[in-house]
C-alpha cells in the first residue's frame, strides 16, 4: 500500500500521456478536439462525493402575488390622504389653477423639458449603476434604455414595485421575473438612499428653522459615512457581505443629486411670474416634497407631494402653486410616460447581453467544462487553476475570449497573475481589465504577475511594486546533495526514522482520512485562508494532483499542487498533530520525482511575501500587517532549504492610491475569505423568461447556460 521515500521513482525526463497529468473525470486531447470544443469522457467515473457536496438550486419562484400584495398599502394610503385632504381640495378654485398652466410660455416649455431630460439622463444611469453592482451581465446602453422606460412609467402609473418589474421584465427578456423584481428593489433603494444624502446636504447648507430636520440630516450623513468606511475596510465578521464599491455608492449619491436638483429645477422654470421665490428655497421645499411623496407611495406622490410643497412654502399662493405642480406633472411625468409607453410597445429588438470586456462565473462545481479545461491545462501558470475555488472569474475580452483571472474584491477588481495563455498580447488583458474595472465602478488591479506584465503595466504609466517571491526548481536537475540542502536532508532523516511513508493519491483518495487531517490542521492554524491560497474541500482537492503520507497505516498529512502542460505548483499543506518534522518535506520531495517521471519541466514550491522595504508609509504598513499574518519568515527558510531559484512577482495599480487600496482589499479577502462562494442570483441568460428574442436574428454573443 505505501512505499519508503527511497523507492520513489527518479527517472529521467521524458514525455509520456497527458492523461496521466490530470485528475479531471476526461482526458484532455490536445489534436484537433479543442477547436471544435468537445472532449470525450472518461470510462472511468469520479467516486461520487456526498459530504460537502453542493447542490445547485433553482431560482425562486416569480414574486408576482407578493408584488399584489405589496401594492395593497400604497393603494389604501392614496385613499387615507385623499380623504384627509378632500376638505382643503374642495375649497380651491379649479379655474385659476387651469389659468396658471395656459400661461406658461413656449420656451418656459422648452426649458423644463430640457431639465427633465437631463434628469432623466440620470434616471437611467441608475438601473446602469445597479446592474453593474449585481453584475448581470446585460449591455449599458440596454440598462439605460430599460431603467427609463421602468421609471418614466411607473412613475406616472404608480405602484412602482409592480410596475416597475413587469417593465423591466418586458424590455429584459434574459432576466426571470424574481430577478427583474429584486432588480426594480435595488434601484428603489439606491435613489432613496442618494436622496437622503442630497437631502441632508440641502438642510445643513440651507438651516431650515425646523429643529428636527437637522438632527434628521446628521443622522443621514452619518450612516453613510460609517458606510464608506465599512466598504472601505469592514471588520473580519462583514467582510463577506457584498458590499457595494466606494465609487458606485458615490456615482449613485451624485446621480440623485443631478436628478432631483434638474427635477426641481423644472418645476421653477414652470412656476408663473406672481411667485417670487429663490431657486435654491424652491429645490430645497421640493426635495422633501418629494421625500413625502415617495413615503406616501401614491401614484406620482400625488397628494403628500403637493401638502408638504404647501407647508413648506406658506407664504406663496396656493392655487398659482398647484397651476405649476400641474405643469411640472405634465412635464416630468405625462411626456416621459408617452415616451416610456411607446418604448416598452416596442419592446426589445436585440440581445441586451454586453458583448464588451466582462468577468464570466464558472459553473459551481471545480469540474470544469471540457473546453475550460483544455485552457487551463494549456495555461503558462498552474496557479491558474484557483479558478476552481469559485472566488475568481474569467476575465473575457470583448471578442468572448477568456484572457485571465480576476476577482472584484472591495474597491477593487484584481487580475491574478500573468494571462491565462503565453500568446495572448499583454495589453489586451490589461485593457480588459481596466474597461470591466470601470465598468462595475472599481479599481483594476494586477496581483503576482511576472517581469513582463509588469513592464507592459509600467509603461502604460501603472505604479508597479514587487510583491512576492516565487520559489521554483527544474524537476529533472533536483538533487539532496550540496550544503544549502543539509537542512533538508536533517529532516527527512527524522521523518524516515519515525516510519513515514508517502505515496501519490490516485483516483480514489481517502477523503475521510484527508477531512480529518484538514480539520486537525485547522484547529493548530487557526482557519483557511483564501484568494490566491486554495482552500480545503473534497471536490477541488480531488481535481489536484495528490501526495499522502502515513505513519503505519494511518494518515497523517498531505500536500496537493496544480498542474498544466508546463508546470505543477504546490498549493495544500496540510499535516495533522501526529505528523513528526519532515513529513511535509518528504511529501514534497515525492512530488518533485514524480514530475521528473511525468516530463514536468517545472515545478514551483508557490510564492512567499516579499520582504524588501517599500518608500511609500502607507504600502510599508500594509506589507508589514500582512508580512506579520503570514508567516514569513518560516515560510520562506522552509521554502530556501530546497535550494530553488527565485522569481519576483509584481502588483501593479494605476495609481499609489489604487495600488494601496487594492492591497487593503486583498489582505482582508486573505485572511477572511468567503464561508461559501454562491453562484450570482441575478446573471441574466438568454431566453430566460419568454422567447422574444427568437424572432430576431443571431447575436454576437451569448449568454452561459
Same mark, same amino acid.
Given at each position: 500500500?505505501?512505499?519508503?521515500?527511497?523507492?520513489? $521513482?527518479?527517472?529521467?525526463?521524458?514525455?509520456?500521456?497527458?492523461?496521466?497529468?490530470?485528475?479531471?473525470?476526461?482526458?484532455?486531447?490536445?489534436?484537433?478536439?479543442?477547436?471544435?470544443?468537445?472532449?470525450?469522457?472518461?470510462?472511468?467515473?469520479?467516486? &461520487?462525493?456526498?459530504?460537502?457536496?453542493?447542490?445547485?438550486?433553482?431560482?425562486?419562484?416569480?414574486?408576482?402575488?407578493?408584488?399584489?400584495? @405589496?401594492?395593497?398599502?400604497?393603494?389604501?394610503?392614496?385613499?387615507?390622504?385623499?380623504?384627509?385632504?378632500?376638505?382643503? +381640495?374642495?375649497?380651491?378654485?379649479?379655474?385659476?389653477?387651469?389659468?396658471?398652466?395656459?400661461?406658461?410660455?413656449?420656451?418656459?416649455?422648452?426649458?423644463?423639458?430640457?431639465?427633465?431630460?437631463?434628469?432623466?439622463?440620470?434616471?437611467?444611469?441608475?438601473?446602469?449603476?445597479?446592474? *453593474?453592482?449585481?453584475?448581470? =451581465?446585460?449591455?449599458?446602453?440596454?440598462? &439605460?434604455?430599460?431603467?427609463?422606460?421602468?421609471?418614466?412609467?411607473?412613475?406616472?402609473?404608480?405602484?412602482?414595485?409592480?410596475?416597475?418589474?413587469?417593465?423591466?421584465?418586458?424590455?429584459?427578456?434574459?432576466?426571470?421575473?424574481?430577478?427583474?423584481?429584486?432588480?426594480?428593489?435595488?434601484?428603489?433603494?439606491?435613489?432613496?438612499?442618494?436622496?437622503?444624502?442630497?437631502?441632508?446636504?440641502?438642510?445643513?447648507?440651507?438651516?431650515?428653522?425646523? /429643529?428636527?430636520?437637522?438632527?434628521?440630516?446628521?443622522?443621514?450623513?452619518?450612516?453613510?459615512?460609517?458606510?464608506?468606511?465599512?466598504?472601505?475596510?469592514?471588520?473580519?465578521?462583514?467582510?463577506?457581505?457584498?458590499?457595494?464599491?466606494?465609487?458606485?455608492?458615490?456615482?449613485?449619491?451624485?446621480?440623485?443629486?443631478?436628478?432631483?436638483?434638474?427635477?426641481?429645477?423644472?418645476?421653477?422654470?414652470?412656476?408663473? %411670474?406672481?411667485?417670487?421665490?429663490?431657486?435654491?428655497?424652491?429645490?430645497?421645499?421640493?426635495?422633501?416634497?418629494?421625500?413625502?411623496?415617495?413615503?406616501?407611495?401614491?401614484?406620482?406622490?400625488?397628494?403628500?407631494?403637493?401638502?408638504?410643497?404647501?407647508?413648506?412654502? $406658506?407664504?406663496?399662493?396656493?392655487?398659482?402653486?398647484?397651476?405649476?405642480?400641474?405643469?411640472?406633472?405634465?412635464?416630468?411625468?405625462?411626456?416621459?410616460?408617452?415616451?416610456?409607453?411607446?418604448?416598452?410597445?416596442?419592446?426589445?429588438? &436585440?440581445?441586451?447581453?454586453?458583448?464588451?470586456?466582462?468577468?464570466? &462565473?464558472?459553473?459551481?462545481? %471545480?469540474?470544469?467544462?471540457?473546453?475550460?479545461?483544455?485552457?487551463?491545462?494549456?495555461?503558462?501558470?498552474?496557479?491558474?487553476?484557483?479558478?476552481?475555488?469559485?472566488?475568481?472569474?474569467?476575465?473575457?475580452?470583448?471578442?468572448?475570449?477568456?484572457?485571465?483571472?480576476?476577482?472584484?474584491?472591495?474597491?477593487?477588481?484584481?487580475?491574478?497573475?500573468?494571462?491565462?495563455?503565453?500568446?495572448?498580447?499583454?495589453?489586451?488583458?490589461?485593457?480588459?481589465?481596466?474597461?470591466?474595472?470601470?465598468?462595475?465602478?472599481?479599481? $483594476?488591479?494586477?496581483?503576482?504577475?511576472?517581469?513582463?506584465?509588469?513592464?507592459?503595466?509600467?509603461?502604460?504609466?501603472?505604479?508597479?511594486?514587487?510583491?512576492?517571491?516565487?520559489?521554483?526548481?527544474?524537476?529533472?536537475?533536483?538533487?539532496?546533495?550540496?550544503?544549502?540542502?543539509?537542512?533538508?536532508?536533517?529532516?527527512?532523516?527524522?521523518?524516515?526514522?519515525?516510519?513515514?511513508?508517502?505515496?501519490?493519491?490516485?483516483?480514489?483518495?481517502?477523503?475521510?482520512?484527508?477531512? #480529518?487531517?484538514? @480539520?486537525?490542521?485547522? *484547529?493548530?492554524?487557526?482557519?483557511?485562508?483564501?484568494?490566491?491560497?486554495?482552500?480545503?474541500?473534497?471536490?477541488?482537492?480531488?481535481?489536484? #494532483?495528490?501526495?499522502?503520507?502515513?505513519?503505519?497505516?494511518?494518515?497523517?498529512?498531505?500536500?496537493?499542487?496544480?498542474?498544466?502542460?508546463?508546470?505543477?505548483?504546490?498549493?495544500?499543506?496540510?499535516?495533522?498533530?501526529?505528523?513528526?518534522?519532515?513529513?511535509?518535506?518528504?511529501?514534497?520531495?515525492?512530488?518533485?520525482?514524480?514530475?521528473?517521471?511525468?516530463?514536468?519541466?517545472?515545478?514551483?514550491?508557490?510564492?512567499?511575501?516579499?520582504?524588501?522595504?517599500?518608500?511609500?508609509?502607507?504600502?510599508?504598513?500594509?506589507?508589514?500587517?500582512?508580512?506579520?499574518?503570514?508567516?514569513?519568515?518560516?515560510?520562506?527558510?522552509?521554502?530556501?532549504?530546497? =535550494? /530553488?531559484?527565485?522569481?519576483?512577482?509584481?502588483?501593479?495599480?494605476?495609481?499609489?492610491? *489604487?495600488?494601496?487600496?487594492?492591497?487593503?482589499?486583498?489582505?482582508?479577502? +486573505?485572511?477572511?475569505?468567503?464561508?461559501?462562494?454562491?453562484?450570482? $442570483?441575478? @446573471?441574466?441568460?438568454?431566453?430566460?423568461?419568454?422567447?422574444?428574442?427568437?424572432?430576431?436574428?443571431?447575436?454576437?454573443?451569448?449568454?452561459?447556460?
Amino acid at each position: 500500500m505505501t512505499s519508503k521515500l527511497s523507492k520513489t $521513482p527518479c527517472a529521467p525526463a521524458q514525455k509520456v500521456p497527458i492523461a496521466l497529468m490530470r485528475h479531471a473525470r476526461f482526458d484532455i486531447d490536445t489534436n484537433d478536439s479543442s477547436a471544435h470544443g468537445t472532449a470525450a469522457p472518461r470510462q472511468t467515473a469520479r467516486p &461520487k462525493l456526498t459530504a460537502g457536496k453542493s447542490v445547485t438550486r433553482p431560482p425562486k419562484p416569480d414574486g408576482l402575488q407578493k408584488l399584489l400584495v @405589496k401594492q395593497a398599502v400604497p393603494l389604501m394610503m392614496t385613499l387615507i390622504i385623499v380623504w384627509l385632504l378632500w376638505g382643503k +381640495v374642495s375649497h380651491l378654485d379649479a379655474k385659476a389653477i387651469l389659468s396658471t398652466v395656459s400661461t406658461v410660455t413656449p420656451l418656459q416649455w422648452g426649458l423644463a423639458m430640457l431639465a427633465t431630460t437631463g434628469s432623466f439622463w440620470a434616471v437611467g444611469q441608475y438601473d446602469n449603476v445597479l446592474h *453593474a453592482q449585481l453584475g448581470t =451581465g446585460i449591455s449599458r446602453k440596454s440598462a &439605460k434604455r430599460s431603467g427609463i422606460a421602468a421609471i418614466g412609467l411607473s412613475q406616472f402609473l404608480g405602484f412602482g414595485a409592480l410596475t416597475g418589474a413587469l417593465i423591466r421584465w418586458r424590455m429584459l427578456p434574459e432576466m426571470t421575473l424574481w430577478q427583474a423584481t429584486r432588480l426594480s428593489a435595488a434601484v428603489a433603494l439606491s435613489f432613496l438612499a442618494g436622496w437622503a444624502v442630497v437631502a441632508a446636504c440641502a438642510v445643513l447648507i440651507l438651516q431650515p428653522d425646523i /429643529p428636527w430636520m437637522k438632527s434628521l440630516a446628521i443622522f443621514a450623513i452619518s450612516l453613510v459615512g460609517g458606510m464608506a468606511i465599512l466598504s472601505i475596510y469592514p471588520p473580519a465578521p462583514l467582510v463577506r457581505l457584498p458590499w457595494p464599491a466606494l465609487r458606485t455608492m458615490g456615482t449613485v449619491v451624485m446621480l440623485a443629486a443631478i436628478d432631483t436638483v434638474l427635477a426641481g429645477v423644472t418645476l421653477y422654470i414652470l412656476l408663473p %411670474p406672481q411667485i417670487d421665490i429663490g431657486i435654491g428655497q424652491l429645490i430645497a421645499a421640493y426635495l422633501f416634497a418629494l421625500g413625502a411623496g415617495l413615503v406616501g407611495a401614491t401614484p406620482g406622490g400625488i397628494g403628500p407631494f403637493e401638502a408638504m410643497l404647501a407647508s413648506l412654502l $406658506p407664504s406663496v399662493p396656493l392655487e398659482p402653486l398647484l397651476g405649476a405642480v400641474v405643469a411640472y406633472r405634465i412635464a416630468y411625468y405625462g411626456v416621459p410616460a408617452f415616451i416610456a409607453a411607446c418604448i416598452v410597445l416596442i419592446g426589445p429588438r &436585440k440581445c441586451n447581453l454586453s458583448t464588451k470586456a466582462q468577468l464570466t &462565473k464558472t459553473a459551481q462545481s %471545480p469540474y470544469l467544462t471540457p473546453q475550460l479545461e483544455r485552457q487551463l491545462f494549456a495555461a503558462t501558470r498552474a496557479e491558474t487553476n484557483l479558478l476552481r475555488t469559485r472566488d475568481f472569474s474569467l476575465l473575457t475580452d470583448k471578442r468572448g475570449h477568456h484572457v485571465a483571472l480576476a476577482a472584484p474584491i472591495g474597491q477593487s477588481l484584481v487580475m491574478m497573475s500573468d494571462p491565462l495563455i503565453a500568446k495572448t498580447g499583454l495589453t489586451e488583458a490589461r485593457l480588459a481589465l481596466s474597461q470591466t474595472a470601470r465598468a462595475r465602478f472599481r479599481m $483594476p488591479a494586477i496581483y503576482k504577475c511576472g517581469a513582463r506584465m509588469a513592464a507592459n503595466a509600467r509603461i502604460a504609466g501603472w505604479t508597479i511594486i514587487p510583491t512576492a517571491e516565487e520559489a521554483w526548481l527544474v524537476p529533472a536537475q533536483f538533487t539532496l546533495e550540496g550544503a544549502e540542502r543539509r537542512q533538508l536532508r536533517r529532516v527527512l532523516r527524522k521523518a524516515q526514522e519515525a516510519g513515514i511513508s508517502v505515496q501519490e493519491g490516485g483516483r480514489n483518495l481517502p477523503l475521510a482520512d484527508m477531512d #480529518r487531517v484538514a @480539520k486537525d490542521w485547522k *484547529a493548530l492554524r487557526g482557519g483557511e485562508r483564501g484568494f490566491s491560497m486554495g482552500t480545503y474541500t473534497r471536490d477541488y482537492i480531488s481535481c489536484q #494532483r495528490v501526495f499522502l503520507a502515513y505513519k503505519d497505516t494511518r494518515l497523517v498529512a498531505f500536500i496537493s499542487l496544480h498542474e498544466t502542460r508546463n508546470e505543477m505548483t504546490l498549493d495544500l499543506m496540510r499535516h495533522s498533530k501526529e505528523a513528526p518534522d519532515g513529513t511535509i518535506q518528504m511529501l514534497i520531495i515525492a512530488a518533485i520525482h514524480a514530475a521528473t517521471a511525468y516530463g514536468c519541466p517545472r515545478l514551483s514550491l508557490a510564492a512567499v511575501p516579499w520582504s524588501g522595504v517599500d518608500q511609500n508609509p502607507i504600502l510599508r504598513a500594509l506589507r508589514q500587517r500582512f508580512l506579520c499574518k503570514s508567516g514569513h519568515t518560516g515560510l520562506k527558510r522552509f521554502k530556501a532549504a530546497f =535550494g /530553488p531559484n527565485w522569481e519576483t512577482l509584481y502588483f501593479a495599480a494605476p495609481s499609489r492610491i *489604487a495600488l494601496a487600496v487594492a492591497g487593503m482589499d486583498i489582505l482582508r479577502r +486573505v485572511t477572511a475569505p468567503p464561508r461559501t462562494v454562491r453562484d450570482n $442570483p441575478m @446573471k441574466a441568460h438568454r431566453f430566460a423568461t419568454h422567447a422574444t428574442l427568437r424572432l430576431f436574428g443571431k447575436t454576437s454573443r451569448k449568454s452561459n447556460p
